[in-house]
């Protein structure tokens, strides 16, 4: 009677997991992010990282953040609107150009990395499916910059689709210029900037 009992629980038990919502199993938002920005910091503070060249550091730091961002999500909220005006290709050309001049951007700045802190606050549900990750860097100096995330749920994972800096929304920016240019010009056009950019050295 007493193993009968125990295999009915047993079985219940995996049956709530098979039904229960993706949303329940998966990490907090606070710890998708908190895990993989603590990947990063020790992965530039490893001595052997930094003895790799450029473009094998960026490749290493790549494939973590890869791990945590949304691309094709960052993309759309970034071109709002304006996404419906790009035919399929050239939204899949847009999501790869963008986040390669995202990283031609940032790359410097995160390989100057020197031994700065970064401390995670608190997180807040936004509305369903969707949340912001509050946290700071701490400088060596003293300073305390607010860096901040937000995030939406995709097949049961968190995904960063935008990070806020001292207030100031990446994705909001980006539109901001993105909006401009497409007044005038077509979205061939911004593929072609992007192109430029992104072949600049």
Do not use: C
């Amino acid at each position: 009677m007493r193993s009968t009992r125990i295999h009915s629980i047993v079985s219940i038990t995996l049956m709530l997991t098979l039904v229960l919502p993706l949303a329940a199993l998966a990490a907090s938002p606070k710890q998708a992010v908190e895990v993989q920005v603590q990947k990063v910091i020790t992965t530039l503070a490893e001595p052997a990282f930094k003895d790799q060249s450029r473009d094998a550091k960026i490749a290493k730091i790549r494939s973590i953040i890869n791990e945590v961002f949304d691309y094709t999500e960052l993309s759309r909220r970034t071109l709002g609107r304006e996404w419906a005006k790009f035919n399929a290709a050239q939204q899949a050309e847009f999501i790869k150009l963008f986040g390669d001049l995202l990283e031609k951007t940032y790359a410097d700045r995160l390989l100057a990395y020197s031994n700065e802190k970064v401390v995670f606050d608190k997180e807040n549900m936004l509305n369903e499916g969707q949340a912001e990750v509050f946290s700071n860097v701490l400088t060596g100096d003293g300073k305390k910059i607010p860096l901040d995330y937000r995030l939406v749920l995709k097949e049961g994972k968190w995904r960063v689709y935008d990070v806020i800096i001292e207030g100031i929304s990446m994705v909001k920016n980006y539109r901001d210029q993105f909006r401009d240019i497409l007044a005038k010009d077509s979205p061939e056009q911004v593929l072609k900037m992007l192109r430029e950019k992104v072949s600049k050295g």
